[in-house]
């Protein structure tokens, strides 16, 4: 059974940082496609960040780029999404999603098969 694990959330200052982590579980031969969402109350979820695995490429939302990075390690079958200078507007639950079709829309959520159960991130001013 596939399964994905997020971690790291918290509370943070303003400027801060957190890294948030994206465990993924069995798979047979990985998902093509792992991307972060989030969603802050009252708002659609919305895409934040996505990774090809088998290759590392990523793909950012203008309003991160600069500020978070996504990362990955294979021997642990995690994605790690390295948040820095923390807006409050970044406040929201942050989910990870994955699935395994290589082409498509990335912050289309309905093209993702997976989701973790989400981490809340909160950031104040």
């Known amino acids: 059974q596939v399964q994905l694990v997020e971690s790291g959330g918290g509370s943070v200052q303003a400027g801060g940082s957190l890294r948030l982590s994206c465990a993924t579980s069995?798979?047979?031969?990985?998902?093509?496609?792992v991307a972060w969402f989030r969603q802050a109350p009252g708002k659609e979820r919305e895409g934040v960040a996505g990774?090809?695995?088998?290759?590392?490429?990523?793909y950012y939302r203008d309003s991160v780029k600069g500020r978070f990075t996504l990362s990955q390690d294979n021997a642990k079958n995690t994605v790690y999404l390295q948040m820095n200078s923390l807006k409050p507007e970044d406040t929201a639950m942050y989910y990870c999603?994955?699935?395994?079709?290589?082409?498509?829309?990335?912050?289309?959520?309905?093209?993702?098969?997976?989701w973790g159960q989400g981490t809340q991130v909160t950031v104040s001013s």
């Open positions: 069995g798979y047979t031969n990985g998902p093509e496609r």
């Open positions: 999603a994955a699935t395994t079709v290589y082409a498509g829309t990335w912050f289309a959520t309905s093209e993702y098969e997976v």
């Open positions: 990774i090809r695995p088998p290759s590392g490429s990523t």
